[in-house]
């Protein structure tokens, strides 16, 4: 850009047709401008398309060849002569996903209050998703330090500005962040993950999921259970296990000692009534079409899990083993107990025999027994998840649809049912009002 050039802000806004940027870039040819950036955002059928110029002409001359020509295709434009040019591209530190149903706009001026608190710049914002939950996407900069807090009242008024002289990394910055945006979710009632942006939040290449109460929907012990009428008892020690007030093998060794002499044809039923959670096949499906590898690591039964698998084409397997003898279980398990500690050892066997990195792998659960696979993967999402786990998740899900996870990894709804319907498969089920 020579010297003498004016930088030029030209933005064209109105109903969106086709012929506009056609228009407008043939006006701009006519005055020897070059490009610096361009961005367009379509909402509801209305275009605001921005074009930053470097004009070696007289602008303000351009700026009129710029209304008439505008003017020929019912839209209207406004021109900035002397923008500020920023050199070199604004890359964005993180992503901050908002889903909820509804994203109310006292929910959303929460979150961008908390924000502003921070110091975090929102760079831009876009709708990502409006089924089965109402999905945003901020891609935002975390400052290194704190330098400026300024709160932001409800009214809009500043309110007190606070000041900070340290200096933080950005780790500590991202979990100020974190832990910010988590409370505010909370009391807004909706849900907020933060995840780093660039290349790092593309590159996952692996997911696994819990089976009970997260890829289906119950607990498959409870379905055995009522079978042999000790539901009540087996419930209430799952729930103690879930909350991490019992340790997991201990548990399980009380749950399955309560099947003793079962009919292992009980097993097949039980499969055959599995409930996937709204969402798991959506899931499943569109992790697949972008080349994901993806696995089931449970404290339930592989003689359950294994025909689901096989369903959902899974890769990988991890789970208990029944003891079954004469056709009847025994009250026991064969080989070592799949618990807390197990889950991470298989998730990291899966990472291996997959060729990924930890840090491209995503782990999904609901209980206490998830805590370490969700600690060791590269992003941990709790799925209506007890405060143990959400309370160490990168993530935490409220709720109850499963595909929600595809918003946190940056795939839109547009973008899962454009896939679904060149695949002829394309359907929305009515959700529960």
């Not at 876009?126 to 009242?153: C, F, H, K, N, Q």
């Not at 409870?222 to 042999?228: D, P």
């Not at 749950?255 to 599995?274: H, P, Q, W």
């Not at 840090?359 to 709790?382: F, K």
């Amino acid at each position: 850009m020579s010297t003498s050039d004016t930088t030029v802000l030209v933005t064209v806004t109105g109903p969106d047709k086709p012929g506009v940027t056609s228009v407008l870039l043939a006006a701009l040819a006519n005055n020897s401008v070059s490009l610096l950036d361009v961005e367009q955002v379509v909402i509801r059928g209305r275009l605001t398309l921005g074009v930053l110029v470097t004009c070696p002409s007289d602008p303000e001359a351009l700026q009129d060849q710029l209304e008439d020509a505008m003017a020929t295709v019912g839209m209207h434009v406004d021109v900035e002569i002397g923008a500020n040019s920023v050199s070199g591209a604004k890359l964005s530190t993180h992503a901050v996903v908002v889903l909820g149903s509804p994203v109310t706009a006292r929910a959303f001026g929460a979150i961008s209050r908390e924000l502003a608190g921070q110091g975090v710049n929102i760079d831009s914002i876009r709708g990502i998703a409006d089924y089965p939950v109402t999905g945003l996407e901020l891609m935002v900069t975390v400052p290194s330090a704190p330098a400026v807090a300024v709160p932001i009242g409800d009214a809009g008024r500043p309110e007190v500005v606070e000041t900070a002289s340290d200096a933080v990394d950005t780790g500590m910055a991202e979990t100020r962040l974190r832990t910010g945006l988590a409370e505010v979710a909370v009391k807004a009632g909706v849900d907020v993950a933060v995840e780093r942006a660039g290349l790092a939040r593309r590159s996952k290449r692996l997911v696994v999921f819990d089976v009970d109460s997260t890829l289906i929907q119950g607990e498959v012990i409870e379905m055995l259970a009522a079978h042999a009428g000790v539901e009540d008892e087996v419930r209430q020690v799952t729930e103690a296990a879930m909350r991490g007030e019992i340790d997991f093998a201990e548990s399980l060794r009380q749950r399955v000692a309560t099947l003793a002499g079962l009919d292992a044809s009980v097993i097949d039923e039980v499969a055959d009534r599995i409930e996937l959670t709204p969402g798991a096949r959506t899931t499943i499906r569109t992790l697949r079409r972008l080349g994901f590898r993806c696995g089931v690591v449970s404290g339930g039964f592989r003689q359950v899990i294994e025909p689901l698998a096989h369903e959902l084409e899974l890769d990988f397997v991890q789970a208990n083993t029944l003891e079954i003898v004469d056709g009847k279980l025994t009250g026991k398990v064969v080989g070592d107990i799949v618990d807390r500690a197990a889950k991470a050892v298989a998730l990291r066997r899966f990472a291996a025999e997959a060729g990924v990195a930890m840090e491209q792998t995503v782990a999904v659960g609901d209980g206490a027994n998830d805590i370490d696979m969700l600690n060791a993967a590269g992003l941990g999402i709790a799925f209506q998840a007890k405060p143990a786990l959400r309370e160490v998740a990168d993530a935490a899900l409220s709720h109850p649809y499963l595909d929600a996870i595809l918003f946190i990894l940056g795939v839109t709804r547009d973008e899962v049912e454009a896939a679904d319907a060149r695949d002829g498969m394309l359907r929305r089920v009515p959700l529960n009002s």
